[in-house]
């Protein structure tokens, strides 16, 4: 499956960007799909969590409560909502996906758990 993300940019503190990822290649509705972001100097580290049903959503305690995560099988699409941006959410933010049997998310937060990735879309938050 391929991965296209887009929506970063550059947006002052407190603000709003809605990140896109369109999924093709596959039946999008069997995959476990996440973002990841990497800030410059750091490792990838797991931001938010969604099911194949979109039933079951987790967060990193550091972005919960002012990001949301959803899905729309028919359009293919995952989404990631993020508000409240503070200048350390600044990163390039990766969706991922990984086939599953069910609403499990094992090992939802490892790089590892899973198989196909976006190319990264910047995320710049000024002070």
């Known amino acids: 499956v391929q991965l296209q993300a887009s929506g970063g940019g550059l947006v002052q503190a407190g603000g709003s960007l809605r990140l896109s990822c369109a999924a093709s290649?596959?039946?999008?509705?069997?995959?476990?799909m996440a973002w990841f972001r990497q800030a410059p100097g750091k490792e990838r580290e797991f931001v938010s969590v969604?099911?194949?049903?979109?039933?079951?959503?987790t967060f990193a305690t550091s972005v919960r409560g002012r990001f949301t995560i959803s899905r729309d099988n028919a359009k293919n699409t995952v989404y990631l909502q993020m508000n409240s941006l503070k200048p350390d959410d600044t990163a390039a933010y990766y969706c991922?996906?990984?086939?599953?049997?069910?609403?499990?998310?094992?090992?939802?937060?490892?790089?590892?758990?899973?198989?196909?990735w976006g190319q990264g879309t910047e995320v710049t938050v000024s002070s």
């Open positions: 969604i099911s194949r049903s979109g039933r079951t959503t």
């Open positions: 290649g596959g039946t999008f509705s069997n995959y476990r």
């Open positions: 991922a996906a990984n086939p599953a049997t069910s609403d499990s998310l094992s090992s939802y937060y490892r790089t590892s758990a899973y198989e196909y």
